[in-house]
């Protein structure tokens, strides 16, 4: 067995105490602070200094405070691996390649070597499901130029001796993989910040940031505060690691980020392991990365310990290795390596890591409180995406924006009573990190913090057997059972000790599969039904705006690209972009008359907007709408009414004949348009019925007021009786709406896409003024880069997202989202595509061109699918 030599412990790099140290910090009266600074960060660890870096780059006048000393926090102790391949993600490869164009240039810029050893990296796989993993990753890296190819057990080997071949089925090798020295790093980003202007001051708390309030309740930053005084400032970027939550405490904000233990220990030395590629083993859930002639090994467990908080005086210091919970890792690390039976420990290192409830970290600018951006909550990977988010914080602190699809990092993508509750936080954070190896499967879902939002269906549809998926703390129905009820039972714990055998988790197992799902069957009746005769969705979880106020119309015409200057009760689908022309998010705006009849509160005096935005970034479109509002003091209020409505909406060539025997309205093609909006009632309750479709068929969507949900739920229900109509999920609503050509944002459409490139220059005006329409008639007027293409593929082949698209042979693009067309019978596959000379992409370019795809390393050939255009797309999906 492993030969334990626990308390032989040894200082590799820097003096750390196992203790921590009370007493105050000691104040110097060296320190002397500038006046003023363009922008402050707090925290010199990777994150800092990262973003220290890129803005001195920029020629920003940045300040850097550390409480201690630089890299006195996590960033010391770090293992220091850097991957060139993580998780599905094509924005986290770009971050990843970012990072690495900062390590390999670094040295010439600074003149110091930042410690960045280029040993190359194997993935080891122990199952076939974990070998189609690799064969996806392969494949989707191949649109990055990452060069990484699958190996067999005996390559593996031969590249990594110590390995047990005959424990692995085999595994991926990247050559661009390597380690990082934390120390030679920071020294080397400082050493070119200061180069460029920027300063750094040590022993300097931040006790205090110093804020305003505006007219409309929200914080403006003008300082921050520190035992030697102020410095002025705009701009504060919280880098704080695990003491980060404090400083969002300063501003009376909170964020969700979790301080939890993570471990790694050093053996003794090995012979011949030196110049070895690092090794990740998701299967056991361990990494191993060779340091000088040892080998450090480090893992993900079940039961990790969550710290409640990490005291302020904790610098270069660790935590007594638990060995109740890493012995979990050392049957399965002696397996993969036997060596290490009869090696010794050398050392252990066990520190605090920030992290969160979805395994990203948090970035960009608080909606609460002006100028205070955030780059912390790293979870164990601060290293290796330090250098992509130092540069993206760079760009969003200088453009207010970042130049890449930062959604799944921003602050926004989080509710603030998601924000505010711990308990909800830790439980996904505990649940995020014990699954942090494990496959990400296509439709995983969480166990942990889930019935955290449900809307005023939820109880009747779960008895249905409404089989829910969460969307950004929101419930909603992703199928429905015919067979049984399922509830999500409360959190308590990952693994055999927690909720892993419940009728929830049971359906989330099966569903562990890069194949067809074992319910598509269920989902195709619910996607025939909607086109063969009606499906009911329950959509309550949308975002749900009142715009109003004099200014209403001028903002507006601002905010929204189509013309929002239309009659009253006309419902119109637009997009919202950002000064690059980048789509914030699309909505349907249905204009409102200030009607004395109006019981969908609030009444307004003037002319007023509904807008619903889709699910996933309703927040992020509440904060984009009241950012656009402050920066150009729009005299408007902005509602949000997304809990006191809930939405039905009913679609497929039987909803007009159903919503006639619910409401004694004319609701004929003649009277009610599409696209237009009527109030009606149902058994005397007052409803916005809205003719809308998001999914190419006759359709209808209920508006209702909370109070009054329940009793039009069973009202319609009756009515829909012998019309067959199914209660449908959002699968099958996602397959309906891709196979009609409706784009969907976050996908389709992000924050870098110009509508242009997306086909939907229908939304844009000619006319007048929004925001973003200059980047919008520029691409009109030269032609774009990229282009969205809509592919299809006979047969049964399932896709994903991220499968690489090639034209005549040559590698243009990737999938951005696929989807399983019901009742196409097809493979539908939605990317964007680049000329590969980097030429305009023209319309004949797309035309004239063979495609294939390529899909766990296989390659189909594909045909063209038409893109939207007004006249197919009437509306939005708005998921
Ligand atoms: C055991 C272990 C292994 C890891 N291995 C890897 C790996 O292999 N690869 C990888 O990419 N990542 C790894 N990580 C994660 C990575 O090390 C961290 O994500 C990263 O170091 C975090 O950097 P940071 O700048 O966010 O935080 P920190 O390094 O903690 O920096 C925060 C700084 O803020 C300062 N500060 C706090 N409050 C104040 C205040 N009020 N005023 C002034 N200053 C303040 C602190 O003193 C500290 O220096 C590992 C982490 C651990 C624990």
């Known amino acids: 067995m492993f030969r334990l030599i626990k308390h032989k412990l040894y200082n590799m790099r820097v003096n750390y105490i196992r203790s921590v140290t009370t007493g105050a910090v000691n104040l110097s009266s060296t320190i002397h602070l500038p006046d003023y600074a363009d922008v402050v960060i ?44 993580r998780g599905p993600s094509d924005v986290e490869m770009e971050l990843l390649n970012a990072t690495r164009r900062v390590l390999n240039s670094l040295e010439k810029e600074s003149g110091i070597n930042p410690g960045w050893i280029n040993n190359g990296g194997l993935y080891i796989a122990h199952s076939n499901e974990r070998l189609d993993e690799y064969k996806r990753m392969i494949t989707g890296s191949k649109a990055f130029g990452i060069q990484a190819h699958l190996i067999s057990p005996r390559e593996a080997k031969n590249l990594f001796p110590l390995l047990n071949e005959s424990s692995i089925q085999g595994a991926i090798y990247s050559s661009e993989d390597g380690v990082i020295d934390p120390t030679m790093l920071i020294n080397a980003l400082t050493k070119s910040a200061k180069s460029n202007g920027c300063q750094i001051i040590e022993d300097c708390p931040v006790t205090k940031i110093l804020t305003k309030e505006t007219i409309k309740n929200n914080q403006i930053i003008y300082g921050v505060e520190t035992l030697y005084g102020i410095i002025k400032t705009d701009v504060v970027l919280n880098a704080a690691g695990v003491w980060s939550k404090n400083v969002a405490n300063m501003v009376g904000t909170n964020i969700p980020l979790t301080p939890i233990k993570h471990a790694y220990i050093v053996t003794e030395p090995i012979q011949g392991v030196q110049n070895l590629p690092n090794v990740r083993d998701p299967d056991i859930s361990l990494y191993f990365r060779i340091q000088g002639s040892s080998i450090a090994i480090g893992g993900y467990e079940p039961n990790p310990i969550t710290i409640p908080s990490v005291p302020e005086q904790f610098s270069f210091s660790l935590y007594e290795l638990d060995w109740n919970i890493f012995n979990t890792h050392l049957e399965s690390m002696i397996r993969l390596i036997p060596k290490l039976s009869t090696t010794g ?18 970035m960009g600018e608080d909606p609460h409180c002006s100028g205070l951006f955030y780059s912390c909550g790293y979870n164990s990977a601060g290293m290796m995406l330090g250098g992509g988010c130092g540069e993206q914080i760079a760009h969003w602190i200088i453009h207010g924006r970042p130049d890449k699809y930062m959604f799944n990092y921003d602050i926004r993508r989080f509710l603030p009573e998601q924000r505010n509750n711990s308990i909800w936080a830790n439980d996904r954070s505990n649940e995020a990190y014990a699954k942090n190896y494990n496959i990400i499967f296509p439709h995983d879902a969480p166990l942990s913090g889930r019935n955290f939002k449900t809307d005023p269906f939820h109880n ?16 909603r129905p992703g199928w429905f059972s015919s067979t049984e009820n399922v509830e999500i039972t409360l959190y308590n714990g990952y693994g055999t000790s927690g909720n892993m055998h419940d009728a929830y988790s049971t359906i989330v197992e099966k569903e562990r599969s890069f194949n067809f799902s074992p319910y598509n069957n269920i989902i195709r009746e619910e996607a025939l039904a909607c086109r063969k005769s009606a499906a009911l969705f329950d959509m309550s979880h949308l975002g749900k705006f009142y715009l109003s106020g004099p200014d209403a119309q001028k903002a507006s015409d601002y905010l929204f690209t189509a013309n929002t200057n239309r009659d009253f009760n006309k419902t119109i689908y637009t997009c919202m972009l950002n000064h690059a022309g980048g789509v914030e998010t699309d909505c349907t705006v249905t204009v409102i008359k200030p009607d004395a009849n109006e019981i969908l509160k609030p009444t307004f005096k003037e002319r007023a907007f509904y807008i619903v935005s889709n699910g996933v970034s309703a927040y992020h479109t509440w904060a984009h709408i009241n950012k656009v509002i402050a920066e150009n003091s729009f005299d408007v209020s902005l509602h949000d009414v997304t809990e006191q409505i809930g939405i039905l909406s009913i679609q497929g060539p039987n909803s007009r004949n159903i919503i006639e025997l619910l409401v004694k309205e004319e609701i004929s093609d003649e009277s009610l ?6 109030l009606v009632k149902v058994k005397n309750e007052m409803v916005r019925l809205i003719r809308l479709s998001f999914i190419g068929e006759l359709g209808f969507e209920l508006h209702i007021p909370k109070s009054s949900c329940q009793l039009v739920y069973t009202t319609l229900m009756d009515c829909a009786k012998s019309y067959n109509m199914k209660l449908a999920g959002y699968r099958a609503l996602c397959s309906l709406s891709c196979e009609k050509g409706y784009l969907l944002w976050g996908f389709d459409l992000r924050t870098n896409d110009n509508p242009i490139e997306a086909g939907l220059g229908f939304t844009c005006r000619n006319n007048g003024n929004y925001l973003g329409k200059i980047a919008v008639d520029q691409l009109r007027k030269i032609g774009v880069k990229k282009k969205m293409i809509r592919v299809h593929l006979s047969g049964t082949v399932p896709l994903w997202g991220l ?13 951005r989202r696929a989807e399983q067309g019901y009742s196409c019978g097809d493979t539908i596959g939605h990317g964007y595509i680049r000329h590969p000379n980097k030429e305009y992409v023209t319309k004949e370019f797309v035309e004239s061109g063979k495609y294939e795809i390529e899909a766990m390393g296989k390659r189909y050939a594909v045909n063209l699918l038409q893109l939207p255009t007004s006249s197919n797309q009437n509306g939005t999906k708005n998921l």
């Not at 890129?54 to 300040?63: D, S, T």
């Not at 499968?803 to 999938?815: K, Q």
């Open 673 to 678: 348009k599409y696209s237009t909006a009527k």
């Open 460 to 475: 009747l549809l779960v008895k249905e057997g409404a089989i829910m998926e969460e969307c950004q703390g929101w419930e």
């Open 345 to 362: 420990i050398r050392t252990t290192i066990c520190g605090p890591e920030s992290f969160t409830p979805d395994h990203k970290p948090i």
């Open 803 to 815: 499968e690489t698209i090639y034209r005549n042979n040559c590698l243009v693009g990737y999938l």
């Open 42 to 85: 707090i925290g010199g660890g990777s994150a800092g200094c990262n973003a220290l870096y890129h803005l001195g780059r920029y020629g920003v006048n940045a300040v850097l405070l550390d409480k201690s000393k630089l890299t006195s926090g996590t960033t010391w102790h770090t293992a220091g691996l850097v991957w060139s391949i």
